[in-house]
């Protein structure tokens, strides 16, 4: 069974680009959230994704945006990059809106330069 | 304001030198409580939930603790592999799977 997957692993970026992560969860899930986790911090949520729609969102901009396709899997789209926004992106995925465990993929690492 | 903190930031233990990280919360409502294993530059990998004051679970070496204001990750006599960032998360108050996490306890073992 395979687990949460998130592509790329690793990307490098200019200020002022833009970039798109993705993220397919694992088998059997519908809900999909987006994390940065900065190094030395915790993950800090960014939206949840289910039944296509953005269910909840963190204190981050609009510069954050994201989708979920009918499959569940989902994309994280950052425009105008900063140097802050160099950090681990994480995907997790769980079953329905609910507080069950939510399984993590193993992060794409984006580096602002 | 919904908060989780987690102490000591670091530990250092010898192999087989049983010791406890604590996370304290604050969040309106508790709907669980979940501890996560984290190795450097990988996702956190899921190791407990704990819903209900009173609840244990155990897993190999730890076993965690919930009481109404803090949970206790215990590791009895850990060995090198052991050696992990320990997260744990609450849901924010009134949300449904937001979670917020705490900064981490980086656990070191020596063999």
């Known amino acids: 069974d395979a687990g949460v997957t998130q592509s790329p692993t690793h990307l490098i970026k200019t200020r002022g680009q833009q970039v798109t992560l993705r993220c397919s969860p694992k088998?059997?899930?519908?809900?999909v959230s987006w994390y940065q986790q900065a190094l030395g911090q915790g993950p800090q949520f960014i939206f949840q994704?289910?039944?296509?729609?953005?269910?909840q969102r963190g204190n981050f901009p609009d510069r954050f945006s994201g989708h979920q396709f009918p499959n569940y899997s989902s994309e994280l789209n950052v425009n105008a990059l900063l140097l802050g926004d160099s950090a681990l992106y994480l995907c997790?995925?769980?079953?329905?809106?609910?507080?069950?465990?939510?399984?993590f993929g193993q992060g794409t690492r984006l580096t602002v330069v | 304001e919904d908060q989780v903190t987690q102490s000591p930031e670091a530990l250092r233990l010898q192999e087989g030198e049983s010791s406890s990280l604590n996370c304290s919360y604050t969040?309106?409502?508790?709907?669980?409580l979940f501890w996560y294993r984290q190795d450097p530059g990988k996702g956190p990998e899921f190791l407990f939930t704990?819903?209900?004051a009173g609840e244990e679970k155990e897993k190999e070496r730890l076993k965690a603790t919930l009481t109404k204001k803090e949970s206790f990750l215990h590791i009895t006599a850990p060995k090198p592999e052991d050696s992990a960032t320990y997260l744990c998360?609450?849901?924010?108050?009134?949300?449904?799977?937001?979670?917020?996490f705490g900064k981490g306890t980086k656990l070191s073992v020596k063999p």
């Open positions: 704990l819903y209900s």
């Open positions: 969040v309106s409502g508790l709907r669980g």
């Open positions: 994704y289910y039944e296509e729609e953005e269910r």
């Open positions: 997790a995925s769980r079953w329905g809106q609910t507080n069950t465990e939510a399984f």
């Open positions: 998360a609450v849901p924010r108050g009134g949300s449904q799977g937001n979670l917020i």
């Open positions: 088998s059997g899930h519908d809900t």
